[in-house]
């Protein structure tokens, strides 16, 4: 029996690495992969998703449209909180307006959901701003904590994450889900313990044998690998594309592969009239569409693809993290690889010997995120353009973005949403500062734009709103306000024995992991 072998983990322990580390307890401190795959099993949504990634019940046993801006949702009964308190409509009510607050990184999903108030103690309705075609979509973003344990212990407000605030928060929880929090030791563990009293359990929701959690953060890729090749560990959520092949040919680890719903690009400061950390004093050049293009042709995403990646993405000029939405018609590039275009872009806009400047990228975030920038930094001092590196570990790298102090930077965007209209008005859409635009790092504003965008939010034809959102997405590829550079393909490592459920919002279910 594996859980008799001397140095192995119980056959009910689960242990999982990949290069970077958990952020943040707060349900509403920290909008990144890694965070929320491992709060999703700590706190509950109203809703869930099931293996083909479509919303199923989950805290809601079901819901219905009372008018055009009037839903009601049926609360589960006999839920409780980890440490033992009922869940009621006043925790649903709380929770959906801490996460419209300001410090809230899920202000741009929760903004959009409008007002929520409550009936009974098991329903609730929503006021929705206006019609609104993709509301469960917003309503699936939100985590529910306990209204009485977040005001005892401080946390009335998300964590400022940007600003590295601490709090109680975000330190300890106290969730509906199937797993407690146990623990955090930043950059080492985080670990989770099956919750016994789980509502799942009953309704057969609860299908692996998991009994305990160990998350391991492994920034250095041989050691994250050789970890798992050796069985210390049981999965890796990011085998390095290099090892892909050697790992194929190792009888004690499986290498599942699958397209990731995510597109990568890169976003370029276009607020201020002044250029961040660059070389340019008396302007800001990236509010240069010119200087925008060419920064565009300069990149070769094939070269990317087959060098960087090893094959393992596919370049798209979109920015739809899921190809099956996306419109064909925003498929290609704007531009192809042109270095000599680049070039006379460049002095057309009055940078004929090009400029400085600075791109930041994490190096533990996305799929070969520090080879890429490397890559592209290259690919642009063919065309003038000197940019220097700044690679930061995630935790660090979010902090610059969020608070804009970058020139240029790499991002990614995707996950289980997949419609069109949860990149536009989060990632495209100008900033207001109440939830529109707060992921639209480079701050750029284009007020045609924004009316698309808000008229297709309350569309709810759905021919007519694709067709708005076609004619959003070609502005955006036009005026090259962003750099869309491919999706990610993403393998997982899983070591023999283990059982896991691949998804392509990269998340990995927990309650669906069988480990022998």
């Not at 605030?165 to 146990?182: C, H, I, L, Q, Y």
């Not at 070969?368 to 935790?395: F, H, Q, Y």
């Not at 808000?454 to 997405?473: F, P, Q, T």
């Not at 899983?494 to 992991?513: A, C, I, Q, S």
Request: glycine share 6%; aromatic share 8%; with cysteine.
């Amino acid at each position: 029996l594996r859980g008799a072998c001397p140095g192995r983990a119980p056959a009910a322990t689960f242990r999982w690495s990949s290069q970077g580390d958990f952020l943040t307890a707060d349900p509403h401190g920290q909008n990144e992969g890694i965070n929320v795959n491992i709060l999703y099993h700590v706190y509950e949504r109203l809703t869930a998703r099931d293996r083909s990634l479509a919303i199923v019940p989950s805290l809601a046993t079901s819901w219905e449209k009372v008018n055009a801006t009037t839903w009601r949702f049926h609360l589960r009964k006999g839920v409780r909180f980890h440490d033992g308190s009922p869940f009621t409509a006043d925790d649903v009510v709380f929770s959906i307006e801490r996460a419209q607050m300001p410090t809230s990184n899920f202000k741009t999903f929760a903004s959009l959901i409008g007002k929520v108030r409550r009936v009974d103690d098991f329903t609730v309705e929503i006021v929705t701003p206006g019609p609104s075609p993709i509301l469960l979509e917003y309503v699936n973003a939100v985590m529910i904590m306990s209204k009485a344990w977040a005001l005892k212990n401080g946390a009335a407000r998300p964590q400022d994450f940007k600003n590295a605030e601490d709090t109680f928060a975000s330190r300890n929880a106290n969730g509906t889900g199937p797993f407690r929090f146990v623990s955090w030791e930043p950059e080492v563990r985080t670990v989770l313990r099956r919750n016994p009293q789980w509502w799942g359990v009953a309704e057969g929701r609860f299908e692996g044998n998991v009994d305990e959690v160990v998350y391991r953060p492994v920034k250095s890729d041989a050691t994250r690998m050789a970890a798992l090749v050796s069985g210390e560990i049981d999965f890796v959520l990011d085998p390095p594309l290099q090892d892909i092949a050697r790992l194929k040919g190792n009888s004690a680890v499986r290498v599942i592969e699958g397209p990731e719903n995510r597109v990568i690009f890169l976003a370029m400061e276009q607020a201020g009239d002044a250029m961040r950390h660059g070389s340019v004093k008396d302007r800001n050049p990236f509010k240069d569409a010119r200087v925008r293009q060419a920064l565009y042709a300069a990149i070769d995403v094939e070269a990317i693809r087959a060098q960087v990646m090893r094959g393992k993405s596919a370049p798209t000029g979109s920015m739809v993290p899921a190809r099956a939405l996306a419109p064909a018609s925003t498929e290609p590039r704007l531009l192809p690889h042109d270095p000599a275009l680049a070039r006379r872009l460049l002095a057309q806009a009055g940078y004929p010997q090009g400029f400085e400047t600075q791109l930041l990228c994490p190096n533990n975030r996305y799929v070969n995120d520090e080879r890429i920038c490397t890559a592209i930094a290259a690919m642009w001092a063919k065309v003038g353009v000197k940019a220097s590196l700044v690679l930061l570990p995630r935790a660090q790298f979010f902090q610059k973005v969020d608070l804009t102090e970058f020139a240029i930077h790499l991002y990614g965007w995707g996950g289980a949403p997949t419609d069109p209209g949860l990149v536009l008005g989060p990632v495209l859409h100008s900033y207001d500062g109440k939830g529109r635009g707060d992921f639209n790092s480079g701050r750029f504003r284009d007020e045609e734009l924004d009316r698309m965008i808000e008229a297709s939010d309350v569309e709810m034809d759905a021919a007519k709103r694709a067709a708005i959102m076609e004619r959003a997405l070609q502005r955006v590829r036009t005026e090259a306000y962003v750099i869309p550079l491919h999706r990610q393909v993403i393998p997982w490592a899983v070591r023999k024995g283990v059982t896991v459920f691949h998804r392509p919002d990269n998340y990995l279910e927990m309650t669906w992991v069988k480990v022998d």
